[in-house]
């Protein structure tokens, strides 16, 4: 059975002391943990609903660096912290009780590309549509091929 999305539950005080400990050291992205926020980040495309205790929204590079370097610190090494992009996975993979990492709202620029040698570096908040409408002009798209499997490799 499907858990279904309950009341507000309390933040746990290891959050609250990792998420004041992450503004104090300098984060200079969002931190919530307002219900409103949290539950509409208890969904994505699939199925399954985790309302998180916080979600964080990272404006660099630096702010990564140090929501991960605290992460190691031995108070908070029982957290957990999962990545959202779009929120468009089939499986629930950007759900989480703990901590979300949402990389859209701010980290969403295309840095550099090469057309000479067909690539593309981009932060880790770009979608797809997005990165397609700036490589329109190049006469390039990007597009995931997946191909499917007939038999496993060690099946001979």
């Known amino acids: 059975m499907i858990p279904r ?3 507000a539950h309390q933040i746990s005080q ?9 503004k104090d ?3 200079s992205g969002d931190v919530t943990t307002s219900y409103a926020e949290r539950l509409s980040m208890a969904i994505d495309n699939s199925i399954y ?3 998180p205790q916080a979600v964080v929204y990272p404006r660099s590079t630096s702010d990564v660096q140090l929501l991960a370097k605290l992460a190691i ?5 029982s957290l957990t912290f999962t990545p959202r992009g779009g929120g468009t996975g089939t499986n629930g993979q950007a759900l989480t009780e703990g901590i ?3 990389m859209s709202r701010y980290m969403q620029k295309i840095l550099q590309i090469n057309v000479a040698e067909k690539w593309v570096r981009v932060e880790a908040g770009v979608i797809k549509d997005q990165l397609n409408q700036f490589l329109a002009p190049y006469g390039y798209f990007f597009h995931l091929n ?3 499997v007939i038999e496993p490799p060690w099946v001979a």
């Open 5 to 7: 999305i309950g009341r």
């Open 14 to 22: 290891q959050i609250t002391t990792y998420l004041t400990t992450l």
């Open 100 to 102: 979300m990492v949402d």
């Open 49 to 51: 609903q985790l309302t």
């Open 73 to 77: 610190d031995k108070q908070f090494q």
């Open 25 to 27: 050291r300098g984060f």
């Open 146 to 148: 997946y191909q499917p």
